[in-house]
Structures are given as C-alpha cells and as structure tokens.
C-alpha cells in the first residue's frame, strides 16, 4: 500500500487514548484537513475516544482555519497540553476548546512552547524527561499553577520541583506521543517533505523522531505529491522514513487569510519600500519609545501586540536592516510581518526550526527582547496569559516564558491603564479621562513573568507606557522617564494608586515621539 491516503483514511489509524502531538502556529503550518477529518469521525463513529493532544504553539485561530476546534468534543479529547491557543476579539465567539477548558471538560494545561519542544527530543532520545528553569516562580511552577488551566488538570499534575546539582529546577516527566500530525508542502511517493511554500518549519521534523522512535504513526498533510526521487536532498526537511501517511490538501493555507504569499517563504524578496509603516497614533508612541533602546548590530526577539509594530519605527527611520530580528516559528532577520500574518516574516534570512530557535531563546542569547503586558504588580511581575473574564483574549504564554527567563534585557510595552481616553499632540500627550481597569495592580492575576526572579538574576527589565517608561528595581516599579503633557503626581502615582513611583532624577521623554513625522533616530 502506497503513503498517499485521504484525510478519512489517515484518521482511522488513530486508536483510542492516543497522545497525538500536532505541528501548527494559528494557521501557520496547520494540518487542519486532517483535524477536521478527525472531528468528522468521532461525529460518525464515536472513535477515537480519549485522546490526549500536544500542541508547542496553537493548532488554527479565530479567523477561518479551526485546527483544535475541529476536535474539541467531549468523548474526543481528555487532554490537551498546548504552549497556546486560538485567540481572537471579544467580539468574536468563543471557540469551543475553551469552552470545554473555562467549563472544566477536558484537562487542559498551559506550557511553555520551548519546553513542548524540549520534551519532544528528550522523548525521542528516550531521556528521563524535561529538566529546566524556564518557568520558576511563574504559573509554570508547582508553587502557583503547575500549567493547569482548571481544576481537572490541576487534579493531575505534569510537572514538579526537583533539587540537582544544589539547584532548584522543574521537572517535566515524558508524554509520549503515538500519533503526529504535521504539515509540509510537497511529499515525494516515498513520504520525503519540503517546505518551499511555508513560512516556517516549525517543529514537525521533531515530533516526527519522537513519534517513530516508539514505533508511532506519522501523517503528514502536504499541498501536492511528486514522484519518488524528484526533490533535491537539501531542500528534504523530515525524510520519508519518518512518515508514514501522506494527505494531499492543494487547498492548504499558507497562513491565516494568506493562501500563498512568496514573500512570506522567502521565494522572493519584496522591495522594503513596499511594507506599510505604522498608522500614527499613541501605539506608534510607545513603540518609538521601546524602538530607542535598539542598538545597531543586535538581535532582538518580536512579540504580538505593540511590540509588533518597532520593525516598522526602524523602517520609517531608515534603518530597517539595522537589527537581526528572531521569532519563534523560525524566522531570521527581515521583516516581522503584523495583523494575521504575524509570526511569518518577509525578506528574512533564514528559517531556523523553532525547537532550535527556542534553544536560543532559553539560553538568552539574543541582546533584548520587545514583549507587551496585560498587567503588572507592584514586584514587577507581568501576566499575559490570562484573563478571567475573557480567556480567549489571550493564546496563553506561548513562548513568553522560555523567551523571558534568562533574556538579558526585556522591554515590554503597553498602555498605562486600559481604557482611558488620551489626547495627542505634536506637543504632549494628556489623559482626558482616566481608564476603566488599572494594568498596575497590586498582584496579577497570573504570573506570565516574575520580577522577583529577574530582579535576582540581574536582568535588566523595563515597562514602556504612554505616560513614563518604568524600570524594575529591587525597591519596586520606578518611572525614570516622563511624556510631556503627563502630570506625574496625577497621571502616574495616583492612577496606579502608589504602585508606580517617580525616580527623583526622572527626564522628559523626546517631543519627536509624538510627532507625525520620522523622528529623525538612528539605532
């Protein structure tokens, strides 16, 4: 019997209780007709039943492309152990994965997307499992969370402390998966894949090994089939004896609303003067702001949110080659891409697994890192990964944590308070009218990143806000520099109710941040 199969087929294969593991980024790199085809048999035969799901990074979104969502049936799934999930405006529905996760109907965990990673080389290696301290004193810790998203999770713990070496460390036991479902573009007759369409690879050559080396199944989704022999060997990113079922899907997205994009798998190169900049605006501020710590030469790692937007401050300042940045699909240099794309880049220099490039996230690496934040408590503690009264707001911690752990320098950005109404001139920004929740808070609701651990460990930390940028100290939250147009006493040491103090040598922020025009800076 030959590789290629239907997604029906393939599916059959999958036995009840099964751990399956899935290679996905939201709709990067999704296998979504094979999860789809899963969910369809479960409807049809009630089979498989059980199953426990890994995911590094989110399997689809909000958007369009369903991945988890198509398996989030009771009966189905009795785990789900993911880095992220799909996240979307409070306008949209709730997806149904969080709905069994908010009403306690599948053990469901939060971990760390490095960690995933880790633990499916230690599983293919056949070593004794994770051991780490990525994630101490944060959720990720058996002293607050231990990763569990609800009671049913919390009741079955996957993680613990462990003393070595006279050091505290966690210790992730292996979850060993039967099944992988990864995705690639091409497949040859004999199951070799390539990845010339994608915009990343992911981690599905990892999960590959980890599966077949305890005698799994590997289904791979791809867009089209050559024939054995044809596709050169360099370009063979997971070799055929890796997998073992091939699922053609031509109509495979690249990314979320992106069919196919050339620029975004490096075919071409898009002129620079073809990226949009920045729309202005108290965002664009702040990301100006965070921009003028870079320094000509470094790399720097991107996350979602305000952050997103300091590649396009660099390009509107004429330096968009002046900083290597890293994210954690893969992608090397270039440009980040923002909206739906976000996690893909264009014109970049290379595309790095993202189990290697977590390796070097973990290990700091990198000069700086540009993140954003929910909330921040008085010890300097950051929580992006929940949100109680609206869960799917935020995927989860993702890759903040392995990224965050041992960074030399973070910056995060964000607004002071949510809600508030702000005034911009070219002159200085001013509150109108203070904001409906406070983000500096006495405790977060979750921690997503300790002070406290970065405070010992020398880290330097700062906060960029649209009022001050803030800096962690071991006395707390400073802010050492002001906007023009902010009353400190009013706009910053009442609004966060005494949380934020001004430094007595606290400056004034640079007019030119605030002006509808290139600043003139230059990393």
Same mark, same amino acid.
């Given at each position: ?6 997604? $029906?087929? $393939? /599916? @059959? ?9 899935? !290679? !996905? ?7 979504? #007709? ?23 990074? #989110? ?41 069994? /996760?908010?009403?306690?109907? /599948? ?100 999960? @590959?090994? @980890? ?10 989704? /791809? ?24 699922? +053609?899907?031509?109509?495979?997205? &690249? ?20 990226? !949009? ?51 954690? &699909? ?14 893909? #880049? ?54 903040? +944590? ?17 809600? @508030? ?28 990143? !300790?002070?406290?651990?970065? +405070? ?18 071991? &006395? ?48």
């Amino acid at each position: 019997m030959g590789k290629h199969v239907t997604a $029906a087929e $393939a /599916v @059959a294969r999958i036995p009840d209780d099964a751990v399956v593991t899935v !290679s !996905s980024s939201s709709a990067l790199g999704c296998p979504d #007709a094979v999860l789809k085809a899963l969910g369809e048999r479960f409807r049809a035969e009630g089979h498989p039943r059980g199953l426990t799901t890994l995911h590094p990074i #989110a399997a689809g979104d909000m958007y369009g492309v369903k991945g988890i969502d198509h398996i989030a049936q009771d009966g189905l799934l009795a785990r789900v152990i993911a880095g992220s999930y799909p996240s979307g405006p409070s306008n949209l529905p709730m997806p149904e994965i969080w709905k069994m /996760v908010v009403e306690d109907r /599948v053990a469901a965990y939060n971990v760390p997307s490095g960690i995933l990673f880790d633990m499916h080389r230690d599983v293919a290696a056949r070593r004794p499992g994770v051991l780490t301290r990525v994630g101490l004193e944060t959720f990720v810790d058996p002293i607050r969370e231990g990763c569990a998203m609800n009671a049913r999770a919390a009741a079955s713990p996957i993680v613990q402390r462990q003393d070595f070496g006279g050091e505290t460390w966690l210790h992730f036991p292996n979850i060993v998966p039967n099944v992988a479902i990864i995705r690639a573009t091409t497949a040859d007759e004999r199951g070799n894949l390539t990845y010339e369409h994608e915009g990343a690879y992911l981690g599905g050559l990892d999960q @590959a090994i @980890a599966t077949r080396n305890h005698g799994g199944l590997v289904i791979a989704q /791809v867009k089209r089939m050559t024939a054995a022999g044809s596709l050169r060997p360099h370009d063979v990113h997971v070799p055929g004896h890796l997998v073992d079922l091939i699922v +053609v899907a031509p109509d495979q997205k &690249q990314t979320t609303e992106t069919q196919y994009d050339p620029a975004i798998s490096g075919e071409i190169m898009r002129p620079w003067d073809s990226f !949009s900049l920045a729309e202005h605006g108290v965002e664009k501020v702040i990301a100006r702001r965070a921009a003028m710590e870079l320094r000509r030469g470094q790399t720097a790692n991107l996350g979602f949110g305000i952050s997103a937007m300091v590649p396009r401050v660099l390009l509107e300042e004429g330096h968009a080659q002046a900083v290597t940045w890293a994210i954690e &699909q893969g992608a090397v240099g270039g440009m980040p891409l923002t909206g739906f794309a976000f996690g893909c #880049a264009s014109n970049a220099d290379a595309f790095v697994p993202s189990p290697n490039q977590f390796s070097y996230f973990q290990g700091g690496g990198f000069d700086q890192t540009f993140l954003s934040f929910l909330e921040v408590d008085v010890e300097g503690n950051v929580n992006v990964s929940k949100l109680g009264k609206k869960p799917y707001l935020t995927a989860g911690c993702g890759g903040f +944590v392995d990224i965050t752990a041992h960074a030399k320098k973070i910056v995060f950005s964000g607004f002071f308070e949510a809600g @508030a109404e702000l005034s911009l001139t070219d002159r200085g920004l001013t509150v109108a009218k203070p904001g409906k929740f406070a983000k500096m808070v006495d405790q977060v609701e979750h921690v997503t990143f !300790s002070g406290r651990r970065a +405070v010992a460990q020398g880290q330097d930390v700062i906060y960029v806000t649209e009022r001050c940028v803030i800096r962690l100290t071991a &006395q707390g939250l400073q802010a050492v520099e002001i906007m023009p147009g902010i009353d400190p006493a009013r706009d910053i040491v009442a609004a966060s109710g005494g949380r934020v103090q001004v430094a007595e040598n606290a400056t004034i922020m640079p007019v030119a941040l605030l002006r509808d025009k290139p600043m003139g800076w230059s990393p």
